[in-house]
């Protein structure tokens, strides 16, 4: 596939950097927006601005197969995107930050005016992050809860703590409920696909899926040491405070935001009836403890300052927050943020990351999400023919792989291994990023 991005940005370097390797990648932007981690990339550059027909001509956009705006500047971007489709019909991708241009544009595409003129994926990073942060506090002690099949199967992911039942055993042996399959294992930052020798470890983060109700079962028997989540406090005000407490309020969750802009503050509470707006600093030991912070279930801070995200988050920590999500804006600074015990680190850039790789995936299958950023894969691949009636321990697959989900009608199943899969059944197959890949090819999708 031949991809242009339009935007020498981290999230330009985090697309490039995930796909050069089997895509054909142009990056248009200024020369001195071209750092050394582009260099490393076997990738073509294009100096000048993709709002420019003369540019994009330059970076051939006629033969490209998807085009991506990702600068720092809304408008140009949504220009850019335009002015792609206009002389070449490319599929677009338009990377925004703010709510109004997903609204409307979103608007544009779907309306019934005739046009030709529109972008075909509208991405707010920060409104995909929010969507992640609440699947994590909705299930308690998960570090990560990715949804598959309407809701009727789930992807959930803990950490093995050292005084679990599940420490020292193998696979084989720890009588996870039924229909509930662990498919990763990440030990010490590597992620592995475990077999029933496979031993779990302190500390080990165990990703697991299954039918919802099963892995209700497994929270309820391995990892949720106290009940259900009720309290949560935000720290910081802005896009992402706002929506996630939006959220949380329907979701019935005591909420309250501690942000120290006054007419943010004041904005807030018009828009949110049930939430608690605090005005102050989440720095502030003296207010953490006038406001109780300890009692909070879960503390979110999602500031746009990494800095202060890890100052507050480690203040909670410190106060007794048993869980405590950190909104990372650089991506670089996330191993460090778990490194010095924040549970959960998050970035919208991975978020963001992960909502585009269906289009630069390309054939039959479809990733439907990412873990661990990205060393694990979530994929869902259509039976063919070929496949028909062929038991899952005889699939011989060429890499390490799992076959999680088998979606049958308007059947879900976790299958065993004398399960058989049906040709027009679809899988839903846990594997690594690296082998992703050849599990398309083996099943003659790519």
């Not at 500047?73 to 002389?87: F, G, S, Y």
């Not at 259509?382 to 088998?406: C, E, G, H, M, R």
Request: proline residues 2%; hydrophobic residues 40%.
């Amino acid at each position: 596939m031949n991809i242009i991005i339009f935007g020498a940005t981290e999230l330009g370097c985090l697309i490039a950097t995930e796909f050069f390797e089997d895509h054909d990648i142009t990056i248009i932007d200024k020369e001195e927006n071209f750092t050394n981690n582009f260099n490393k990339l076997d990738i073509g550059f294009v100096v000048g601005n993709a709002s420019n027909v003369e540019v994009l001509k330059q970076a051939n956009i006629k033969e490209a197969n998807l085009f991506l705006a990702c600068s720092d500047i809304d408008e140009v971007n949504i220009v850019a995107c335009l002015t792609a489709k206009r002389i070449s019909g490319v599929r677009t991708v338009c990377f925004v930050g703010k709510e109004e241009y997903k609204t409307s544009l979103g608007l544009t595409k779907d309306s019934d005016f005739i046009s030709d003129l529109y972008i075909d994926d509208i991405i707010w990073p920060e409104e995909l992050l929010t969507q992640d942060i609440f699947r994590i506090i909705t299930v308690s002690e998960a570090l990560d809860v990715e949804n598959f099949a309407n809701g009727r199967a789930r992807l959930l992911e803990y950490k093995i703590k050292e005084n679990s039942v599940l420490v020292d055993k193998k696979v084989r042996d720890c009588e996870f409920p039924k229909d509930t399959l662990i498919v990763g294992l990440s030990k010490d930052s590597d992620l592995i696909i475990p077999n029933g020798d496979t031993e779990l470890k302190a500390d080990d983060k165990a990703i697991f899926m299954g039918l919802s109700h099963s892995l209700d079962k497994l929270a309820g028997r391995f990892f949720h040491e106290k009940g259900m989540t009720k309290n949560v406090t935000i720290i910081g005000g802005g896009n992402v405070g706002e929506m996630l407490a939006d959220n949380l309020e329907d979701a019935r969750l005591k909420t309250k935001i501690i942000e120290r802009d006054d007419a943010r503050c004041e904005k807030l509470a018009q828009k949110l009836s049930n939430t608690l707006i605090i005005r102050g600093d989440g720095t502030d030991l003296a207010l953490l403890n006038e406001e109780d912070i300890a009692a909070s279930d879960v503390v979110v801070s999602v500031t746009n300052n990494d800095e202060k995200n890890l100052l507050c988050s480690l203040l909670a920590k410190q106060l007794g927050v048993k869980r405590v999500i950190s909104r990372v804006t650089k991506n670089v600074n996330i191993p460090l943020f778990e490194k010095v015990g924040i549970d959960i680190a998050v970035s919208a850039k991975n978020a963001a990351l992960n909502e585009v790789k269906n289009s630069i995936s390309g054939g039959k299958a479809d990733i439907l999400a990412t873990v661990e950023q990205g060393k694990g894969e979530i994929i869902e691949i259509p039976v063919s023919d070929y496949f028909d009636n062929i038991l899952i321990k005889d699939l011989q697959l060429p890499v390490k792989a799992i076959v999680s989900i088998i979606q049958r009608r308007n059947k879900i199943l976790i299958p065993k291994g004398d399960t058989s899969i049906k040709a027009q059944d679809n899988l839903i197959i846990f594997t690594t990023g690296e082998n992703a890949r050849e599990i398309k090819e083996f099943f003659k999708v790519v």
